[in-house]
């Protein structure tokens, strides 16, 4: 039972505490920061707060907030080129996980040379990446406390994984004041991302004791609080799925996520399909054609959501690939041959390049290029045979 672990930012949890971002900003000596986020956070009017709290500590600051879904390479490095002759000392990102992965490759390229593309694989910056300090606006993402961005490659179609550890957040605040505007659609699917992060960490091939214990209760709290958030943007039930999307976070960043991200980058990459969008729609498939390589550990994925404790391991996954689809169906996720633009053509050439995805290796179950065409194909033929038909 080899493993690490590393969890290095400061996590803040209190309501109202993004007002105060002055403060912690000065607390860690910066003196002008560029902020990052989106045209939804600042129609919401949730950067008025950011502006006047770094005013207030006399912090100077500039901005761009128009940060797009699935962030595109030639965004970043505008972004860089835009600001990197400004004597900025660190990044503040207010957003969701779009915004907090820019800021990370946007952080590599204002201290080193040349494009984001140059940076993906893991640790490949010579020069330390700006300090980041983050404030998640959305609960699904995990980036707030992970060394991964996972930022478009416009010309090729895919996405690519830029990892290094100097790149976790400094400062992670959450605040559920942020989380109040909302629509009800993305905390759906985001809140299924944050699902399928907590589960995919617990069912990969490098999960460890200390990422097991955050995904465990990470999945609990979703399934207790994720559909009063959703339908009746209840406080408590937001703030809870804050702390679960952060813990699921941390698990999958010291241990993997799996195939469903494999696949999900590779639909996202070509179809632009938003990100827990595409997880949710794979989860349940994925599961189903995992759960073989290990039983017990898919058993207690549906143990946590609520399974009955006294069914065999093999009936209780069985019966968490009921509760994933019933999940897709409440939250009204759409099939996979309702996403926009899928074609069956494209298949191959989606397995292959999640296959080629770094936790590909991870997987629960070795997965070869024609084991996600199966999967592509079951998920998109919406057909499972439960109990009998696990390969
Ligand atoms: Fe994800």
Known sequence: MNFEYLMPTRII?????????????????????????????????LLTNIYSSLYDYQIEYETFYDV???????????????????PIDAIIAIGGGSVIDTAKAVSILCTNQGVIKDYEGMSLAEKPPLPILCIPTTAGTGSEVTCWSVITD???????????????????LLDVEL????????????????????????????????????????????????????????EEARENMLIASLMAGIAFGNADTAGV????????????????????VFL???????????????????????VDSDKSVEEAANETVEILLRLNQKFHIPLFKELENVDQSDFQQLAETAVQ???????????????????????????????TDSK
């Open 13 to 45: 949890n209190k309501k109202g505490v993004s007002s105060n971002i002055g403060y912690y900003a000065k607390d860690y000596h910066l003196k002008h920061v560029l902020i990052i986020s989106d045209k939804g956070v600042e129609k919401a009017g």
């Open 68 to 86: 797009k879904p699935n962030p595109r390479d030639t965004d970043c490095n505008r972004i860089a080129s835009e600001f990197n002759n400004k």
């Open 154 to 172: 416009t010309t090729n179609h895919y996405k690519m994984g830029i990892g290094d550890y100097r790149i976790i957040p400094k400062l992670a």
């Open 179 to 234: 989380t109040q505007s909302l629509p009800a659609p993305v905390a759906a699917s985001t809140g299924l991302d944050a699902l399928t992060h907590a589960i995919e960490a617990y069912t990969c091939q490098i999960a460890n004791p200390i990422t097991d214990g955050l995904a465990l209760h990470a999945i609990k709290l979703i399934k207790e609080n994720l559909a009063e958030a959703v339908n009746n943007r209840n």
């Open 261 to 280: 991200h494999c696949i999900s980058e590779a639909i996202g990459g070509k179809y632009d399909t938003p990100h827990g969008v595409a997880n949710a």
């Open 284 to 306: 349940p498939y994925m599961f189903h054609h995992n759960m073989e390589a290990n039983f017990k550990r898919h058993a207690e994925v549906g143990f946590a959501l609520g």
């Open 357 to 387: 995805s770094s936790s590909n290796p991870n997987n629960a179950k070795e997965m070869t290029v024609s084991d996600y065409v199966k999967v592509l194909e079951k998920a998109y033929r919406n057909s499972l045979n439960l109990n």
